[in-house]
């Protein structure tokens, strides 16, 4: 079936410890997204890819970073610079053209152990 | 004024009962408009696009109001599985990128 995959569902980060979180999308989407979601709050861009090999932070860019080498993939980092990270991360891939809708994989709980 | 308003709810309904979300976005230049919906502790998934002319899928009717930057949903006949929280999303104009806002939480009531 066609969609996006997040993993891992949950991850625990210790103290000035990096995480990457996986997304990979198999609707050959050229667009990908990441989003930070906290709690009764609502989505906030951290990155976006319009194309391989090339990004754009979003509003929240710090203390993150990505890369897109592959169609399919776009990695997240949060590094140890991002104080807060305990968060719902979504990932999310869009089609061809401006203006398309958004569709999301099933998200990765991130928390500080 | 925030880039995209809604009434945070929560609305309480009973089974059966019609419904209806506003929304409203500060960016006049936006071109397009969704709904998407949220259930507890999981991914926004999209409910409709909403079109200039109103549109409807079943018990949804979706609305835009370009002049008063305003987008509604309405929902009829409301069910059980139709609690969630409903985000209004919006784009800039020519965007990739899509404003979220923070969501109307809805729960139907036997």
């Known amino acids: 079936d066609g969609g996006i995959t997040q993993s891992p569902k949950y991850l625990f980060r210790k103290e000035g410890q990096n995480v990457t979180l996986s997304c990979e999308q198999n609707?050959?989407?050229?667009?990908m997204y990441w989003y930070r979601q906290d709690p009764g709050q609502g989505l906030r861009l951290i990155y976006y890819s319009q194309i391989v090999n090339d990004f754009q932070k979003g509003d929240i860019a710090e203390g993150y970073s990505v890369s897109r080498e592959k169609k399919e993939s776009f990695p997240l980092t949060v590094t140890s610079a991002q104080k807060n990270p305990t968060a719902f991360y979504l990932c999310?891939?869009?089609?061809?053209?401006?203006?398309?809708?958004?569709?999301f994989g099933d998200g990765t709980r991130l928390s500080i152990l | 004024r925030k880039e995209v308003e809604q009434d945070p709810g929560p609305f309480n309904v009973p089974e059966g009962a019609t419904v209806a979300f506003n929304c409203t976005y500060s960016?006049?230049?936006?071109?397009?408009f969704f709904w998407y919906r949220q259930d507890c502790r999981k991914e926004p998934k999209l409910l409709m696009s909403v079109y200039s002319s109103g549109n409807e899928d079943g018990r949804f009717t979706a609305q835009l109001n370009r002049a008063s930057q305003y987008i509604s949903l309405l929902i009829r006949d409301s069910k059980l599985s139709d609690s969630a929280t409903y985000l209004c999303?919006?784009?800039?104009?020519?965007?990739?990128?899509?404003?979220f806002g923070k969501g109307t939480k809805l729960s139907v009531i036997p």
């Open positions: 999303v919006v784009t800039g104009a020519g965007s990739y990128q899509l404003t």
């Open positions: 609707l050959n989407h050229d667009a």
């Open positions: 999310a891939s869009s089609g061809s053209g401006r203006n398309q809708p958004q569709h």
């Open positions: 960016n006049s230049a936006s071109q397009s």
